[in-house]
């Protein structure tokens, strides 16, 4: 043997190879929305707010796997991932028929810029999130690090039908109800939700309802102000660019891990 051969079984192992988790709650809200819950690791890290890579084995046996906001807070024992079905999407066409006791594959390297880490110091953080951006969202507010750092917590969803928002409501009511969460959000923690293409109790784009003053209004707080406002967003491309084209009009500057400011933003993963 020479002095640089490596048994061939050793070779074979790749440290960054995602590991195999079990499927503990599979739940739907709509036809093309549900949430599940995965086994987490114990060497399994993150921050709140953060994405990794999740999905499954293919026929051929290579692994399929697609960017997921990590939807649990960075204290929970299981993993929380909130996804959209895609009837001809390669993962997600398969990923929705998943049950409890079945095995998803989890990358080993969350990463993200939607973290307290990457903004500066405020009072008010506004989360600004449409469709299945709400999902990092259902993370940063069940974290309890955004109330030490924060005196108010708006957070808006935008979707198209009223069933979608039902996910984003029921994780800001059961943080409200949580029994240690609860006390640090109370008073602090207030969801805005908003359709487009059904009555609703509120109507319209967020980048509408920043424009017009409406949503500040309904919420009874002043304009957007690069003192006092921290903003996370999180949608599709163009919903990205617009708020985003709003935020740097009200003078706040976009942060990032390495350069923390006022506002962040991360495209909304879809399988
Ligand atoms: P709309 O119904 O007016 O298109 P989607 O499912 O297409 O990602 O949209 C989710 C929600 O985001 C919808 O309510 C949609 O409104 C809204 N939306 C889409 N594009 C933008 C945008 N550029 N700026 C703000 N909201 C948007």
Same mark, same amino acid.
């Given at each position: ?21 079990? *499927? !503990?709650?599979? &739940?739907?809200? $709509?036809?093309? /929305?549900?949430?599940?819950? #995965?086994?987490r ?6 921050r ?25 807070p ?15 999407g390669?993962?997600t066409?398969?990923?929705q028929?998943?049950?409890?006791g079945?095995? *998803? !594959?989890?990358? &080993?390297?969350? $990463?993200?810029? /939607?973290v307290?880490?990457? #903004? ?16 990092p ?24 039908e009223?069933?979608?928002l ?7 009511e059961?943080?409200?109800n ?29 980048t509408?309802?920043?424009e ?21 967003i999180?949608?599709s ?27 962040v ?7």
């Amino acid at each position: 043997m020479t002095a640089d051969a490596t048994p061939v079984a050793a070779k074979k192992v790749n440290p960054n190879a995602p590991t195999e988790e079990t *499927v !503990l709650e599979v &739940k739907h809200y $709509t036809d093309r /929305l549900f949430r599940f819950r #995965l086994t987490r690791p114990s060497t399994f890290r993150f921050r709140s707010g953060e994405f990794v890579m999740i999905g499954l084995y293919k026929d051929d046996g290579r692994p399929l796997l697609r960017a997921y906001s990590i939807a649990s807070p960075s204290w929970d024992e299981e993993l929380e991932f909130y996804s959209i079905k895609v009837a001809d999407g390669p993962l997600t066409s398969r990923l929705q028929a998943i049950q409890p006791g079945d095995k *998803v !594959l989890l990358g &080993k390297k969350p $990463t993200g810029t /939607l973290v307290h880490d990457a #903004l500066v110091p405020g009072k008010r953080l506004y989360c600004f999130s449409t469709g299945t951006g709400f999902a990092p969202f259902a993370s940063v507010v069940r974290d309890p690090e955004t109330y030490e750092k924060f005196d108010e917590v708006i957070v808006t969803h935008t979707c198209r039908e009223a069933a979608e928002l039902d996910y984003s409501k029921e994780i800001v009511e059961e943080t409200l109800n949580h029994e240690f969460l609860g006390e640090l959000a109370e008073g602090k923690l207030r969801r805005y939700g908003s359709c487009t293409r059904e009555a609703y109790e509120n109507k319209g784009r967020i980048t509408d309802l920043i424009e017009s003053g409406k949503l500040f209004e309904d919420l009874g707080v002043p304009p957007l102000n690069p003192e006092t406002d921290r903003v996370m967003i999180c949608g599709s491309m163009e919903m990205i660019q617009d708020v985003k084209d709003l935020m740097i009009k009200a003078g706040l500057t976009e942060g990032s891990n390495a350069s923390p400011a006022e506002f962040v933003i991360e495209k909304a993963f879809a399988g």
